[in-house]
């Protein structure tokens, strides 16, 4: 895998650079938009939430805090989301570049991440910047984010790549998929703070939804500087490298019938 990788990066990078870009193409603003839409989100959660509306987290006295947990989690959730459902349909969505090009298509899920990391790059730059203008930004704790990065795109791609394979022979899976991560946003301690659960349901949610202890992870580096518990991690980590070991596996054994399906 990292041959093909290392033999076909510049074939990836254009992908992801002509990804990044087809979203804007067109408009008179072009990629200038890939910065005013963030910012848009930012000043939305921050202004309207914390200050308009007066939305206050229970446990932080900060008229701030509300906003900032609400933007950690939706943007962390927002990559997780648009990773797994795009590779969900990635060899729906390519399915003529599949059958009429002669390279290795199992580059195809990590141009997704890549492209998803891209914008969400971005749009954590911008928030970092204004955490830096508003005096909260947390300090070298902001490093932790890099490896909680890693478990969740190694399980959104594994995951997805599964998904994406069954959903070339049956094509209800991307419609279920959608459907699952609404109930799994809600499901996640995003928009509510886990404080204001009674303990059964915090234990519920960070025993059987891997994405919960992540989410909780990112809130506390962003609000309170804390370092994440790594033994917490183990179980979320073996997840998704199982994840990614059976999306491969799922797609080397089936790849031919699915050029043919497609």
């Known amino acids: 895998m990292l ?33 005013l839409n963030p910012l848009a989100m930012i000043a939305v959660y921050t202004l309207v939430f914390s200050q308009v509306m007066q939305a206050r987290l229970p446990d932080i006295d900060d008229s701030l805090a509300y906003g900032i947990f609400l933007c950690t989690g939706i943007f962390a959730w927002t990559l997780f989301a648009e990773t797994l459902t795009r590779t969900v349909t990635i060899f729906v969505d390519n399915a003529n570049l599949i059958k009429k090009s002669n390279f290795p298509r199992i580059v195809l899920p990590l141009i997704v991440s890549l492209t998803s990391l891209v914008n969400y ?45 069954l959903n070339v022979f049956f094509r209800d899976v991307q419609q279920v998929t959608s459907i699952v991560v609404q109930f799994w946003f809600w499901l996640t301690p995003i928009v509510y703070p886990v404080v204001i659960l009674p303990e059964y349901a915090v234990s519920l949610l960070t025993t059987f939804n891997p994405m919960a202890e992540i989410m909780l992870a990112y809130q506390d580096i962003v609000l309170r500087g804390e370092w994440p518990v790594w033994s917490l991690f183990l179980d979320q980590a073996l997840l998704a490298g199982a994840s990614v070991v059976i999306g491969w596996w799922s797609f080397r054994k089936l790849v031919w019938e699915m050029v043919d399906e497609l």
């Open 3 to 35: 041959n093909v990788i290392l033999r076909y990066r510049g074939f990836i990078l254009g992908m992801v650079n002509r990804e990044v870009r087809g979203r804007y193409s067109g408009s008179v603003f072009g990629s200038a938009w890939a910065i």
């Open 121 to 165: 790059a971005i749009i954590m730059g911008l928030f970092g910047l204004f955490l830096v203008i508003t005096g909260r930004m947390p300090g070298w704790s902001v490093l932790a984010f890099i490896p909680l990065l890693a478990i969740q795109i190694m399980f959104a791609a594994g995951l997805g790549i599964f998904l994406g394979v």
